[in-house]
Protein backbone atom coordinates (compact mmCIF):
# COMPACT_ATOMS: atom_id res chain seq x y z
CA UNK A 1 0.00 0.00 0.00
CA UNK A 2 1.20 3.52 -1.06
CA UNK A 3 0.43 5.75 1.74
CA UNK A 4 0.74 9.73 1.30
CA UNK A 5 0.74 11.83 5.04
CA UNK A 6 1.81 15.38 5.45
CA UNK A 7 3.25 16.04 9.24
CA UNK A 8 1.14 18.26 11.13
CA UNK A 9 4.11 17.71 14.00
CA UNK A 10 7.13 17.81 14.30
CA UNK A 11 10.21 16.37 16.78
CA UNK A 12 13.64 17.04 18.28
CA UNK A 13 14.21 13.98 19.46
CA UNK A 14 14.11 9.99 17.99
CA UNK A 15 12.35 8.23 20.75
CA UNK A 16 9.09 6.67 21.95
CA UNK A 17 6.56 9.43 20.35
CA UNK A 18 3.04 8.52 19.44
CA UNK A 19 2.80 7.14 16.35
CA UNK A 20 1.87 9.76 13.53
CA UNK A 21 0.76 7.13 10.82
CA UNK A 22 0.38 3.16 10.67
CA UNK A 23 2.00 1.11 8.16
CA UNK A 24 2.67 -2.48 7.54
CA UNK A 25 5.42 -4.28 6.30
CA UNK A 26 6.14 -4.18 2.84
CA UNK A 27 4.38 -0.06 2.27
CA UNK A 28 5.50 2.65 1.22
CA UNK A 29 5.36 6.19 2.15
CA UNK A 30 5.37 9.46 0.71
CA UNK A 31 5.51 12.54 2.90
CA UNK A 32 7.79 16.14 3.29
CA UNK A 33 10.45 16.86 5.35
CA UNK A 34 11.13 20.82 7.16
CA UNK A 35 15.13 21.82 6.79
CA UNK A 36 17.34 21.37 9.83
CA UNK A 37 16.09 25.49 10.61
CA UNK A 38 12.01 24.10 10.59
CA UNK A 39 11.50 25.62 7.54
CA UNK A 40 8.99 24.51 5.02
CA UNK A 41 8.68 24.39 1.09
CA UNK A 42 7.74 28.04 1.33
CA UNK A 43 11.03 28.78 3.64
CA UNK A 44 8.43 29.55 6.55
CA UNK A 45 9.61 28.20 9.64
CA UNK A 46 6.66 26.07 11.10
CA UNK A 47 8.77 24.46 13.61
CA UNK A 48 11.98 24.50 15.78
CA UNK A 49 15.22 23.54 15.04
CA UNK A 50 17.60 21.33 15.07
CA UNK A 51 16.78 18.64 13.06
CA UNK A 52 13.03 18.42 12.99
CA UNK A 53 11.72 15.17 12.54
CA UNK A 54 8.64 13.98 10.39
CA UNK A 55 6.87 10.44 11.72
CA UNK A 56 7.59 8.43 13.82
CA UNK A 57 5.86 5.49 11.57
CA UNK A 58 4.46 2.60 13.29
CA UNK A 59 5.26 -0.25 11.44
CA UNK A 60 3.00 -3.34 12.18
CA UNK A 61 4.79 -6.34 13.41
CA UNK A 62 8.05 -4.90 14.19
CA UNK A 63 9.16 -6.18 17.62
CA UNK A 64 12.33 -6.06 19.50
CA UNK A 65 14.54 -8.49 18.24
CA UNK A 66 13.66 -7.65 14.10
CA UNK A 67 15.03 -5.51 12.08
CA UNK A 68 13.62 -3.04 10.08
CA UNK A 69 14.79 -2.16 5.93
CA UNK A 70 13.87 1.09 5.19
CA UNK A 71 14.71 1.80 1.48
CA UNK A 72 14.78 5.27 -0.38
CA UNK A 73 12.80 5.65 -3.26
CA UNK A 74 12.90 9.07 -4.01
CA UNK A 75 14.69 12.48 -2.31
CA UNK A 76 13.20 15.50 -3.91
CA UNK A 77 13.63 19.02 -2.99
CA UNK A 78 10.22 21.01 -2.71
CA UNK A 79 11.73 24.62 -2.82
CA UNK A 80 13.92 26.70 -4.91
CA UNK A 81 16.80 27.84 -1.91
CA UNK A 82 18.76 25.67 0.79
CA UNK A 83 21.16 27.44 3.17
CA UNK A 84 24.56 26.77 4.59
CA UNK A 85 27.17 27.83 7.09
CA UNK A 86 29.77 29.75 5.95
CA UNK A 87 33.01 28.67 8.00
CA UNK A 88 34.44 25.31 8.95
CA UNK A 89 34.15 24.06 12.07
CA UNK A 90 36.59 24.96 14.70
CA UNK A 91 36.99 20.92 15.31
CA UNK A 92 38.06 20.23 12.02
CA UNK A 93 41.61 22.38 12.04
CA UNK A 94 44.26 22.73 13.66
CA UNK A 95 44.16 24.38 17.25
CA UNK A 96 46.62 27.33 16.57
CA UNK A 97 44.30 28.20 12.87
CA UNK A 98 40.93 28.53 14.92
CA UNK A 99 41.93 32.30 15.45
CA UNK A 100 41.92 32.28 11.57
CA UNK A 101 38.32 31.33 10.70
CA UNK A 102 35.77 33.75 10.35
CA UNK A 103 32.97 34.46 13.10
CA UNK A 104 30.53 31.49 12.21
CA UNK A 105 27.91 33.95 13.23
CA UNK A 106 28.34 35.80 10.37
CA UNK A 107 25.01 34.84 7.79
CA UNK A 108 24.84 32.08 5.86
CA UNK A 109 25.02 31.36 2.20
CA UNK A 110 21.97 30.77 0.09
CA UNK A 111 21.89 28.23 -2.72
CA UNK A 112 19.56 27.95 -5.75
CA UNK A 113 18.46 23.84 -6.37
CA UNK A 114 17.32 23.48 -9.73
CA UNK A 115 15.79 19.89 -9.58
CA UNK A 116 15.39 19.99 -13.27
CA UNK A 117 18.85 20.72 -14.25
CA UNK A 118 20.05 18.95 -10.98
CA UNK A 119 22.45 21.64 -9.92
CA UNK A 120 22.76 23.47 -6.67
CA UNK A 121 24.09 27.16 -7.43
CA UNK A 122 25.54 29.59 -4.67
CA UNK A 123 23.79 33.13 -4.81
CA UNK A 124 25.14 34.49 -1.71
CA UNK A 125 27.54 36.08 -0.38
CA UNK A 126 29.27 37.25 -2.95
CA UNK A 127 33.21 35.51 -3.12
CA UNK A 128 35.54 34.63 -5.27
CA UNK A 129 33.51 31.51 -5.88
CA UNK A 130 31.31 33.78 -7.75
CA UNK A 131 28.05 31.22 -9.08
CA UNK A 132 29.40 28.09 -8.24
CA UNK A 133 27.34 25.45 -9.44
CA UNK A 134 27.67 21.91 -7.87
CA UNK A 135 25.42 18.56 -8.89
CA UNK A 136 22.47 17.66 -6.67
CA UNK A 137 22.87 15.23 -4.40
CA UNK A 138 20.21 14.69 -2.34
CA UNK A 139 20.43 12.73 1.15
CA UNK A 140 18.57 12.25 4.30
CA UNK A 141 21.03 13.21 7.43
CA UNK A 142 19.12 12.26 10.13
CA UNK A 143 16.75 9.34 10.52
CA UNK A 144 16.21 6.14 12.66
CA UNK A 145 14.34 4.04 14.58
CA UNK A 146 12.97 4.97 18.39
CA UNK A 147 16.09 3.88 20.92
CA UNK A 148 16.31 1.20 23.68
CA UNK A 149 14.39 1.52 26.42
CA UNK A 150 12.40 4.42 25.91
CA UNK A 151 14.85 6.97 25.67
CA UNK A 152 14.06 9.88 23.29
CA UNK A 153 17.74 11.15 21.94
CA UNK A 154 18.30 14.29 20.40
CA UNK A 155 18.14 15.02 16.59
CA UNK A 156 21.61 16.68 17.27
CA UNK A 157 23.02 13.39 17.24
CA UNK A 158 23.35 9.72 16.99
CA UNK A 159 23.54 6.41 18.19
CA UNK A 160 22.87 2.90 17.65
CA UNK A 161 19.59 3.69 16.76
CA UNK A 162 20.55 5.92 13.92
CA UNK A 163 19.81 9.76 14.37
CA UNK A 164 21.90 12.76 13.15
CA UNK A 165 24.34 10.99 11.15
CA UNK A 166 24.99 13.21 7.98
CA UNK A 167 26.48 10.57 5.66
CA UNK A 168 26.10 11.92 1.97
CA UNK A 169 25.38 8.32 0.70
CA UNK A 170 21.81 8.12 2.34
CA UNK A 171 20.74 8.75 -1.83
CA UNK A 172 18.11 7.03 -3.72
CA UNK A 173 18.19 3.54 -3.91
CA UNK A 174 19.82 2.71 -0.61
CA UNK A 175 18.48 0.99 1.99
CA UNK A 176 19.30 0.97 5.50
CA UNK A 177 18.99 -1.43 8.15
CA UNK A 178 18.25 -1.09 11.84
CA UNK A 179 17.73 -3.04 14.88
CA UNK A 180 14.48 -2.88 16.15
CA UNK A 181 14.09 -1.12 19.84
CA UNK A 182 10.08 -0.58 20.15
CA UNK A 183 7.17 -1.91 19.08
CA UNK A 184 6.33 -0.74 15.65
CA UNK A 185 10.09 0.58 15.59
CA UNK A 186 8.90 4.32 15.26
CA UNK A 187 10.50 5.07 12.59
CA UNK A 188 11.59 8.98 12.19
CA UNK A 189 13.08 11.26 9.36
CA UNK A 190 14.52 14.66 7.66
CA UNK A 191 16.99 16.95 7.93
CA UNK A 192 17.68 16.17 3.68
CA UNK A 193 20.96 17.81 2.33
CA UNK A 194 20.57 18.98 -1.01
CA UNK A 195 24.57 18.45 -1.17
CA UNK A 196 26.88 18.13 1.67
CA UNK A 197 30.91 17.04 1.12
CA UNK A 198 32.20 14.47 3.43
CA UNK A 199 32.60 14.72 6.91
CA UNK A 200 29.74 17.75 7.07
CA UNK A 201 33.22 19.84 7.97
CA UNK A 202 31.17 23.57 8.17
CA UNK A 203 28.10 21.92 10.07
CA UNK A 204 25.86 22.10 7.45
CA UNK A 205 25.06 20.10 4.08
CA UNK A 206 22.77 22.85 1.84
CA UNK A 207 19.58 22.99 4.35
CA UNK A 208 16.68 22.06 2.51
CA UNK A 209 12.85 21.09 2.47
CA UNK A 210 11.94 17.95 0.63
CA UNK A 211 9.26 15.49 -0.39
CA UNK A 212 10.95 11.53 0.49
CA UNK A 213 9.46 8.50 -0.49
CA UNK A 214 10.48 5.08 1.65
CA UNK A 215 9.25 1.95 1.61
CA UNK A 216 9.73 -0.42 4.82
CA UNK A 217 10.51 -4.25 5.53
CA UNK A 218 10.66 -6.27 8.86
CA UNK A 219 12.90 -8.44 9.06
CA UNK A 220 12.26 -11.45 11.79
CA UNK A 221 14.72 -12.25 14.35
CA UNK A 222 18.45 -10.59 13.28
CA UNK A 223 20.43 -9.32 14.92
CA UNK A 224 22.16 -6.56 13.89
CA UNK A 225 23.32 -3.83 16.40
CA UNK A 226 24.74 -0.72 15.02
CA UNK A 227 22.80 0.64 11.21
CA UNK A 228 23.85 -1.11 8.02
CA UNK A 229 23.28 -0.67 5.27
CA UNK A 230 23.73 -1.50 0.90
CA UNK A 231 23.44 -0.04 -2.14
CA UNK A 232 24.15 -0.91 -5.77
CA UNK A 233 27.88 -1.20 -5.28
CA UNK A 234 28.56 -1.94 -1.32
CA UNK A 235 27.18 -3.24 1.99
CA UNK A 236 28.10 -0.77 4.52
CA UNK A 237 28.00 -0.56 8.19
CA UNK A 238 27.58 2.79 10.52
CA UNK A 239 29.65 3.07 14.03
CA UNK A 240 28.41 6.91 15.60
CA UNK A 241 30.67 7.78 18.58
CA UNK A 242 33.40 9.89 19.76
CA UNK A 243 36.39 9.77 19.44
CA UNK A 244 36.30 9.26 15.82
CA UNK A 245 38.38 6.07 16.64
CA UNK A 246 35.47 4.73 18.61
CA UNK A 247 32.79 5.57 15.57
CA UNK A 248 35.50 3.47 13.57
CA UNK A 249 35.83 0.47 15.77
CA UNK A 250 31.72 0.44 15.81
CA UNK A 251 31.58 0.31 12.24
CA UNK A 252 34.31 -2.27 11.90
CA UNK A 253 32.70 -4.76 14.69
CA UNK A 254 29.55 -4.60 12.63
CA UNK A 255 30.87 -5.33 9.43
CA UNK A 256 32.68 -8.45 11.06
CA UNK A 257 29.53 -9.38 12.87
CA UNK A 258 27.38 -9.16 9.45
CA UNK A 259 30.00 -11.31 7.21
CA UNK A 260 30.08 -13.62 9.62
CA UNK A 261 27.00 -14.40 10.49
CA UNK A 262 25.11 -13.76 6.72
CA UNK A 263 28.22 -14.50 4.82
CA UNK A 264 29.43 -18.15 6.37
CA UNK A 265 33.20 -16.20 7.36
CA UNK A 266 35.21 -17.47 10.22
CA UNK A 267 37.49 -14.73 12.49
CA UNK A 268 40.71 -15.49 9.92
CA UNK A 269 38.57 -15.58 6.76
CA UNK A 270 36.66 -11.83 7.87
CA UNK A 271 40.55 -10.60 8.85
CA UNK A 272 41.81 -11.90 5.39
CA UNK A 273 38.71 -10.15 3.44
CA UNK A 274 38.50 -6.95 5.39
CA UNK A 275 42.10 -6.36 5.98
CA UNK A 276 42.67 -6.03 2.85
CA UNK A 277 39.16 -4.79 0.40
CA UNK A 278 37.88 -2.82 2.98
CA UNK A 279 36.75 1.18 2.37
CA UNK A 280 36.18 3.72 4.98
CA UNK A 281 33.98 7.00 4.44
CA UNK A 282 33.06 10.12 7.27
CA UNK A 283 29.73 10.67 7.75
CA UNK A 284 29.80 13.64 9.97
CA UNK A 285 33.45 14.81 12.43
CA UNK A 286 30.94 18.16 13.34
CA UNK A 287 28.20 16.64 15.71
CA UNK A 288 28.34 14.99 19.39
CA UNK A 289 28.89 12.08 17.82
CA UNK A 290 30.53 11.39 14.97
CA UNK A 291 29.69 8.69 12.11
CA UNK A 292 32.31 6.29 10.38
CA UNK A 293 31.08 4.24 7.49
CA UNK A 294 32.43 0.56 6.89
CA UNK A 295 32.17 -0.58 3.78
CA UNK A 296 32.97 -3.93 1.38
CA UNK A 297 32.60 -4.34 -2.26
CA UNK A 298 29.78 -6.54 -3.53
CA UNK A 299 31.81 -7.22 -6.48
CA UNK A 300 34.25 -8.78 -4.06
CA UNK A 301 31.57 -10.67 -2.00
CA UNK A 302 30.01 -12.16 -5.08
CA UNK A 303 33.64 -14.25 -5.69
CA UNK A 304 32.24 -16.50 -3.08
CA UNK A 305 28.69 -16.17 -2.37
CA UNK A 306 27.70 -17.57 -5.88
Request: with cysteine; glycine share 10%.
Amino acid sequence: MIHTFKPSRYYNTIGWHEPALLIHDGDTVITSCVCAAGMDEHEKTITQRPNPMSGPFYIEGAQPGDTLAVTFDRITPNRPFGWTRNVLAQNVVDPDYVHRLPDRSAGVGRWQADVAAGTATLVSPETKLGTLSLPLNPMVGCFGVAPALGQAISTATSAEHGGNMDYNGFVAGVTVYFAVNAPGALFHLGDVHAVQGDGEISGTGIEISSEIQFTVRVLKDTHNIWPRGENVDYIFTCGNARPLDQALQHATTEMSRWLMADYGLDGVAVGLLMGQAVKYEIGNVFDPAYTVVCKMPKKILAQFTH
